[in-house]
């Protein structure tokens, strides 16, 4: 079956301008995470959804992210007025359910580069 | 808190040679572990899971144990082969809360013929 897809696959922007980064979950998935990943800093946990449940935000670096999940599937990630540092493949995991024991499935990541 | 660490690479062997990749982790909880895997130019992905301790996780030839009482699940495999040349990341999830992955640094293998 189709897994976990990001768009776009590449984005190249300039610092100040905002992006939005997509993911289309794995059908059925109620769990869906982002990711970023950069040589800095490894890989790092920004939010979480879970079903209809309030989003746990816990690992958004600053105010200038958000993320939204509309009817329980599509997740946008939302960067404002970029920074270089923002500058990462960011990446979205789907999993059945809340329970961490299920294991998480990638997507491909979009390579944000802020110039 | 929790945090996973994993032997540094790069790891280089010959085909066929044996691969250990050493991780250990710290984990409020009653976490289960993960090693995940990616391969030249591609996305993540879960190689085998352990969700308790003394579970065995083995996925291509690849097995860890998950070891409550030295805290570590290091990946094994017998024989390697070129195709096995990847990043491997070793992961924990707490299961708490949003059960997110904490990862490892990753560990590079490449194997030459």
């Known amino acids: 079956g189709a897994g976990v897809s990001q768009s776009p696959s590449n984005k190249v922007t300039e610092k100040g301008k905002d992006v939005e980064l997509r993911c289309d979950p794995i059908?059925?998935?109620?769990?869906l995470y982002w990711y970023r990943q950069s040589l800095g800093q490894g890989l790092e946990f920004l939010i979480y959804f879970q079903g209809n449940s309030a989003p746990d935000k816990s690992g958004l670096p600053s105010d200038r992210f958000s993320a939204e999940r509309t009817g329980g599937s599509v997740s946008t990630l939302t960067i404002q007025r970029t920074q270089q540092e923002d500058s990462a493949v960011y990446l979205c995991?789907?999993?059945?359910?809340?329970?961490?024991?299920?294991?998480?499935?990638f997507g491909p990541g979009t390579r944000l580069t802020v110039t | 808190g929790n945090s996973v660490t994993q032997m540094e690479g790069p790891v280089t062997l010959s085909e066929e040679a044996f691969l250990t990749i050493n991780c250990t982790y710290t984990a409020t909880g009653y976490p289960s572990l993960f090693w995940y895997v990616q391969y030249p130019g591609e996305g993540l992905q879960l190689l085998l899971k352990?969700?308790?301790?003394?579970d065995k996780g083995s996925n291509k030839g690849f097995e860890a144990t998950y070891r409550k009482e030295t805290t570590s699940f290091h990946l094994e495999k017998g024989s390697v082969q070129v195709s096995d040349s990847a990043v491997y990341f070793c992961a924990l999830s707490d299961g708490n809360g949003a059960n997110n992955l904490f990862f490892g640094t990753g560990t590079r293998l490449t194997v030459i013929p």
């Open positions: 059908s059925g998935h109620t769990a």
């Open positions: 352990a969700t308790k301790a003394d």
């Open positions: 995991a789907s999993s059945p359910g809340g329970s961490g024991g299920w294991g998480q499935y």
